[in-house]
C-alpha cells in the first residue's frame, strides 16, 4: 500500500455529478490531486443538443461505481487511507446531485468517515488553486464563475467566504455558447466547437450586442446575444438555417459570437476591479477553458497589475479534484455534514448585503 506523505492535510475522495459529467477524484490537503477521473455523458446526450436530466441521472447511477473505484485505483490508494468523503452536493439537477449525494453518504457511513458536502459554484473557485501549495491561502480577490449553468461575479476572502456581486439574469454564457453551437448547426458541446471556429473567423463580420445594464450593475445578460445570433443565421422569420452557410460564414459567426460573449464578461470584471481593489482575479468554470478568455483576462490582468488565477483546462470542466479539494477548507475548519445532508438546486452562496 502507499503511504500519502506527499501532502500534510486530509486524504479526501471527492464525487461530482451535478450535470453530465460523473466524476471522482482523491486529493490530499486541498491541492494535491492523487487522481481525477471523469466520465462524460456528451455522446448520450448530443442528439438532444442539451442535456436530458433523466438520462444523466440514470447514467450516473451506472457509472458512479466504478468511477469510485478507478479513482481510488489511480491514486493508489485504499479505502482505509482516507480521511473524509465530499460530494458536490448543490447546486446542479436534482436527480443527477441525488446520486452522488447517496454515494458520497454509503460510502462514508460504511468506511466510518467523516462526510462533506460543498457548494459546486464555489469548488469551481477552488480548481485553480489545484496542484498549488497548500500552505498558501485563498487571498482577498475576486472571483468569476463562467459555466454552463452559472455566469458570476463574488467577492472572496476564503474559501468559507464568498457573496455575490452579480449574476446572470438569463442565460449562462456557457449556455449561450451552447445554444449558439445548436444554431450554427456545430458538434456538442458548443462552447469547444465555436473556440476552435473562431480561429478561422473575422470577429468583426458582425457585430452582435454586448449587454451592459444598468451603469453599476455586475450582472450579465446573455439571451439578447443568442437571438441576435439566430435572426442573423436563420431570419427574423426563421426561415433558413445554418445548412446554406459555406465554412467561412460560419467561422465569421463563431469568431463574431465569441467577440461579444467574451466582451460582456470582460467589461463587468473590469467594472468589479475597478469597484473593489482587489490584487487577484480567481477564475473557474467549463467558459474559462476559453481561448479567447483566458487571453483578454491575461491582458487586463496586465494592465490592472493583477494576479491572475486560471485554471488548468483539466479543471476548468466539471470534476471532482475541484470538490475534494474545497472539502479540505471544511475539514480543517471542523464542519462536517449529518446524514440529513440533501442536494438542493440553489447554491448557498448568498448575495452581497451592501
Ligand atoms: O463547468 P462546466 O463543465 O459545467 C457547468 O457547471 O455548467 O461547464 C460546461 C460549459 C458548457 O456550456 C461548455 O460548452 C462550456 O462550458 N465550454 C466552453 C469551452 N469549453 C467548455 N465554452 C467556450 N469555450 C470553450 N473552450
Ligand atoms: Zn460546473
Excluded at 3 to 21: K, N, Q, V, Y
Excluded at 97 to 107: E, F, I, M, P
Excluded at 246 to 252: E, P, V, Y
Excluded at 287 to 309: G, Q, Y
Aim: glycine share 10%; proline share 4%.
Amino acid at each position: 500500500m502507499m503511504a500519502f506523505t506527499g501532502h500534510a492535510g486530509p486524504l479526501i475522495m471527492g464525487f461530482e455529478t451535478s450535470c453530465d459529467e460523473t466524476a471522482a477524484a482523491v486529493v490530499g490537503a486541498g491541492t494535491h490531486v492523487y487522481s481525477n477521473v471523469i466520465a462524460t455523458q456528451h455522446e448520450l446526450h448530443r442528439r438532444y443538443a442539451g442535456v436530458v436530466p433523466e438520462i444523466a441521472s440514470r447514467a450516473h447511477l451506472q457509472r458512479i461505481v466504478p468511477v469510485a473505484r478507478e479513482a481510488l485505483r489511480d491514486a493508489g490508494a485504499s479505502f482505509g487511507d482516507l480521511d473524509a468523503v465530499a460530494v458536490g452536493h448543490r447546486p446542479g439537477l436534482i436527480g443527477s446531485l441525488l446520486v452522488g449525494t447517496s454515494a458520497a453518504k454509503a460510502l462514508a457511513w460504511s468506511l466510518g468517515l467523516k462526510l462533506i458536502g460543498v457548494d459546486h459554484i464555489v469548488a469551481h473557485l477552488h480548481a485553480c488553486f489545484l496542484g498549488d501549495d497548500p500552505a498558501r491561502p485563498w487571498p482577498y480577490a475576486l472571483g468569476l464563475v463562467v459555466s454552463g449553468g452559472h455566469t458570476s461575479l463574488f467577492r472572496v476572502r476564503g474559501p468559507l467566504d464568498v457573496v455575490v456581486l452579480g449574476r446572470t439574469l438569463d442565460d449562462a454564457v456557457g449556455e449561450a455558447y451552447d445554444k449558439a453551437g445548436v444554431i450554427l448547426g456545430l458538434d456538442y458541446p458548443g462552447g469547444p466547437a465555436i473556440d476552435r471556429l473562431a480561429n478561422e473567423g473575422d470577429d468583426r463580420a458582425h457585430d452582435f450586442p454586448v449587454a451592459m445594464l444598468a451603469r453599476d450593475s455586475l450582472d450579465f445578460s446573455f439571451s439578447g446575444l443568442k437571438t441576435a445570433l439566430l435572426y442573423a443565421v436563420c431570419g427574423t422569420r426563421l426561415e433558413r438555417d445554418a445548412s446554406v452557410l459555406t465554412r467561412t460564414q460560419r467561422a465569421d459567426f463563431a469568431a463574431s459570437f465569441q467577440r461579444a460573449a467574451v466582451s460582456a464578461i470582460i467589461a463587468k470584471v473590469k467594472r468589479a476591479v475597478e469597484r473593489l481593489d482587489v490584487g487577484t482575479l480567481i477564475v473557474g468554470g467549463g467558459v474559462s477553458a476559453n481561448s479567447r478568455l483566458r487571453a483578454e483576462l491575461e491582458t487586463l490582468s496586465r494592465e490592472h497589475r493583477i494576479d491572475l488565477r486560471l485554471p488548468a483546462r483539466e479543471y476548468c470542466v466539471d470534476n471532482a479534484a475541484m470538490i475534494a479539494g474545497l472539502a479540505a477548507a471544511r475539514y480543517a475548519a471542523g464542519l462536517f455534514d449529518g446524514w440529513t445532508l440533501s442536494p438542493s438546486t440553489r447554491s448557498a452562496v448568498q448575495a452581497w448585503q451592501r
